[in-house]
């Protein structure tokens, strides 16, 4: 079975400071792998996609995340974080079947 | 808008009452998903169409869980005799390529 875990509930940084969001997954054959976040009553928001390619994939508001085949990882990464950059972050894959199965999700909370 | 739509934002409705949620995709996006978000938790897929075509509807907790996507466009996610357990908030999606683009979503709380 298809999953993604995400080792850590929350996340703590100083603003300036560089930041790592840890995502591993599990599923068979080559993944479809993406990270959203969620900003208060709000819905997700797509940040990056891992389809194939080079394992570091850019994506919105400087984030970026290096793929692992070895190690089935997926860390979401910036090189210096935001206060405004705080929020909920989800790792999902995409499965055979189109559906996206995402981890319990990561707090991260940057202080100024 | 550009984005994907959901009416309404909130809803609040008694323990046994049928709730009706509505998602607008956007436009031309032939996939459309259903999820169902915990407080604290991740997103769990409820249900998937391609254009009016329900392909998958695994993730619905029960039969008193009813999608639907008659012209391939608009969905309606319905539930019938609301539990206090589907207090929730439940987000649509919309595709067209690999990445999925969601909507603010549906905060339902059954008291």
């Known amino acids: 079975a298809q999953s993604v875990a995400q080792p850590e509930d929350q996340v703590n940084v100083a603003e300036g400071n560089p930041l790592t969001v840890k995502c591993t997954y599990s599923?068979?054959?080559?993944?479809?792998l993406f990270w959203y976040v969620q900003y208060p009553n709000r819905g997700l928001q797509f940040l990056l996609k891992?389809?194939?390619?080079?394992?570091l994939v850019k994506g919105s508001y400087g984030f970026e995340a290096e793929f692992n085949k070895s190690q089935t990882s997926f860390h979401l990464k910036k090189p210096s974080a935001l206060v405004s950059d705080s929020a909920l972050y989800f790792c999902?894959?995409?499965?055979?079947?189109?559906?996206?199965?995402f981890g319990a999700g990561t707090r991260l909370a940057v202080h100024p | 808008g550009a984005g994907v739509s959901q009416s309404p934002r909130y809803k609040v409705a008694k323990r046994g009452q049928d709730v009706a949620l509505r998602c607008d995709p956007i436009?031309?996006?032939?996939?459309l998903f259903w999820y169902q978000q915990a407080l604290g938790q991740g997103p769990e897929f409820l249900t998937y169409?391609?254009?009016?075509?329900?392909?998958?509807k695994s993730g619905l907790p029960s039969d008193r869980f009813f999608a639907e996507r008659p012209e391939g466009s608009v969905s309606t996610l319905k539930i019938q005799r609301t539990q206090q357990e589907d207090s929730a908030v439940y987000l649509c999606?919309?595709?067209?390529?690999?990445?999925?683009?969601f909507g603010q979503g549906t905060r339902l709380t059954v008291v």
């Open positions: 999606a919309s595709s067209s390529s690999p990445v999925a683009f």
């Open positions: 599923v068979s054959g080559n993944p479809y």
């Open positions: 891992y389809i194939t390619g080079d394992n």
């Open positions: 999902a894959v995409r499965d055979r079947n189109n559906k996206l199965i």
């Open positions: 436009s031309g996006h032939v996939s």
């Open positions: 169409f391609q254009n009016e075509a329900q392909l998958d």
